[in-house]
């Protein structure tokens, strides 16, 4: 019967030597084994395995295991704290993000806000210019910005705008209209 100590180094061999076994030189390696065949050649293989360790000593062996055990939980342990590390930076962007997020809101709500009062303004001044006199709205949207223009132009009736453009500059009119004509909403 084999003793405890080869059960243990047999345990050993096979997790060290990753369950494959080169079993005898020109046999294939696709060969199937019963089990009580597997575990003879098995038994020999690390009966052979062992005698060529024996130069070394079993306590060099071994301590040669505890290193490697121990190289592989500092390893475990750097994974760990990258891992943590990673949350952290994650965690982070995230924050950024949605701070990033917010602030865009409120750019785009400020521009909404100015945009909501710049047409009241326009809506004022349309209010204003249809109450005028044809001469004098042509008079007051000939000297205004042509976009300006156009916007108020766009917002009067079509009767009051073909009698300001027939009493403007020819010139002005003719600009005003073209750009009216493509005025992007």
Known sequence: MISFKYIIIFTVSLSFFGCTVAFAEGEDSKKIFSEKEFNQKVEKEVLRRLSQVS?????????????????????????????????????????????????????????KENEKESSGRIDHIVKVISGMKPANAAAVLAVQDSSISVQIISKLQPEKVSKIFNLMDKEISARLQKSYINMKK
């Not at 060099?60 to 990258?82: H, P, Y």
């Not at 994650?90 to 949605?98: A, P, R, S, V, Y």
Request: with cysteine; charged share 40%; aromatic share 4%.
């Open 55 to 111: 130069g070394k000593t079993l306590k060099d062996f071994a301590n040669s295991l505890l290193e490697k055990e121990k190289a592989l939980k500092s390893q475990s342990i750097d994974i760990e704290k990258r891992k943590q590390e990673m949350a952290i930076i994650e965690k982070n962007l995230q924050d950024k993000i949605k701070e990033f997020r917010e602030q865009q809101d409120q750019v785009i709500g400020c521009i």
